[in-house]
C-alpha cells in the first residue's frame, strides 16, 4: 500500500512479510538516533500480547529508505480513543533524514488519524515537532553515559551517597547476579509494582520478551540468603542498555539492594561493552529523578507531542489520567496480590 509524499514514497509495513521487516531493520542498523522501541520485533510482541494494531510506514526514495514512523492505536476507558508511538516507554517512533521527510510522515499520521476517527494523536520523541501539534514535558529520561572504565565511574561520576549505599549493601550479604531465567523477576515485579498502585502486564509479557528479544534481554537479580530482594528487566540495544522495569522490596529498603542492583548493571555494561545505560522516564520534579542524578544520569527531555483530533474531545497523557483511574490505582494497593495479578494485564494494557 503506497502513497505519494514529496519526491518519494510512503511505504505501509506489514511486519509479517520478509521483506518488509527485514528493510524496517536494516534503516534502523544504519540510525545512532534509533531507539530499542523503534526495533520491529515490539509491533509483533504488542500485537500479540494485547492485539494492538500498528500503522507503521517507511519515507523511500529511489530505493532507498529515509525515515519511518509507526503509531500504535489503543482505545482505552481512562485515555480514549488515539495513535501513539512508543507505548509504555519514553520515546521513539520517528525517525527522518530531513524536515521534508519527516514533514510528510506526519502528513500520513494524521490523514491515518482522521480516516480511524480517533480522538488525538501522541507522538513520544525527544524533539518538539512543529505547529499544530503542542507538547506536554510532564517526564524526563535520564541517560548515564559512561565513563572509561568502572573505577573512574566510581570516583568520578556517581556520588559519595551511591558510594556509601552500595557499601551498605555489600555488609549486608546481597548477591547480584544476571539471570536468563525471567520466573524470580517477574513475581518480584508484580510484588513490587502492586505496592506502588501500578497494574503491570503479567506473566505473558516476559515469555514474548524471551521469544522476540531472546538475544537482547537479561533479567538482574539481587539475593541475600536465598531470598530475592531486588530484581529488574535489562536490555541491550547497540551500545545501549535501557531498564524498563526495576523493583526491590520495600521491607528490605534498609538494605539498600536498589543500591547495589544498578551498579551491578554498571558492571554488566561494561563486561558487554555498553557506553550508556538509559535509567528511564520519570516525572520531573519527583524524587526518581534525583535518585538517578545521584549516579551520575543526565536528565533528557522528552515531549509527548500531541493534536487532539475531535474538537469534543480533550488529550490525556499518563501524567494526567482521569480520577477514575486515579482512584483505581489507590485501591490497587490494598487489594490482594492474587487479584492484582489476574487484572493486571487488562489495566496495564489501556495505560501506555
Request: include cysteine; charged fraction near 25%.
Amino acid at each position: 500500500m503506497t502513497a505519494s509524499a514529496a519526491d518519494g514514497q510512503i511505504l505501509r509495513v506489514d511486519f509479517d512479510v520478509a521483506d518488509d521487516y527485514n528493510r524496517w531493520q536494516g534503516f534502523l542498523a544504519t540510525r545512532d538516533d534509533a531507539h530499542c522501541t523503534d526495533l520491529g520485533q515490539w509491533r509483533r510482541l504488542f500485537r500479540e500480547l494485547y492485539g494492538i494494531t500498528n500503522y507503521s510506514y517507511l519515507f523511500v526514495t529511489g530505493g532507498d529508505v529515509k525515515g519511518l514512523v509507526s503509531v500504535y492505536r489503543f482505545r482505552s476507558p481512562f485515555m480514549g480513543d488515539f495513535l501513539v508511538t512508543s507505548p509504555f516507554f519514553g520515546y521513539g517512533g520517528l525517525i527522518a533524514d530531513n524536515d521534508e521527510v519527516r514533514d510528510a510522515l506526519l502528513a500520513k499520521v494524521l490523514a491515518k488519524a482522521i480516516s480511524l476517527g480517533v480522538d488525538y494523536i501522541e507522538l513520544r520523541l525527544r524533539e518538539r515537532l512543529p505547529p499544530p501539534f503542542a507538547a506536554a514535558e510532564h517526564f524526563l529520561e535520564s541517560q548515564l553515559n559512561l565513563l572509561e572504565t568502572p573505577q573512574q565511574v566510581w570516583t568520578e561520576q556517581v556520588s559519595s551517597n551511591v558510594r556509601q549505599n552500595i557499601r551498605r549493601s555489600r555488609k549486608s550479604d546481597l548477591e547480584f547476579k544476571m539471570s536468563t531465567d525471567p520466573r524470580a523477576c517477574q513475581q518480584l515485579l508484580r510484588r513490587t509494582l502492586k505496592a506502588h498502585g501500578t497494574p503491570f502486564h503479567g506473566k505473558a509479557m516476559f515469555g514474548l520478551l524471551q521469544r522476540y528479544f531472546a538475544d537482547e534481554t537479561s533479567f538482574s537479580e539481587v539475593w541475600q540468603r536465598g531470598e530475592l530482594t531486588a530484581a529488574g528487566v535489562v536490555m541491550r540495544f547497540g551500545d545501549s542498555v535501557i531498564t524498563p522495569y526495576l523493583g526491590s522490596l520495600e521491607q528490605h529498603r534498609a538494605l539498600r539492594a536498589n543500591y547495589l542492583q544498578y551498579w551491578g548493571i554498571i558492571e554488566w555494561c561494561f563486561e558487554h561493552g555498553a557506553r550508556r545505560f538509559e535509567l528511564g522516564r520519570s516525572p520531573r520534579g519527583s524524587t526518581h529523578i534525583q535518585f538517578k542524578r545521584k549516579w551520575g544520569a543526565e536528565d533528557v527531555a522528552v515531549r509527548y507531542n500531541y493534536l487532539v483530533i475531535k474538537p469534543n474531545k480533550r488529550y490525556r497523557n499518563v501524567a494526567t489520567l482521569s480520577p477514575i483511574y486515579r482512584l483505581a490505582t489507590q485501591t490497587w494497593r490494598r487489594l490482594p496480590l492474587s487479584v492484582t495479578s489476574a487484572l493486571g494485564p487488562y489495566l496495564a494494557r489501556h495505560v501506555p
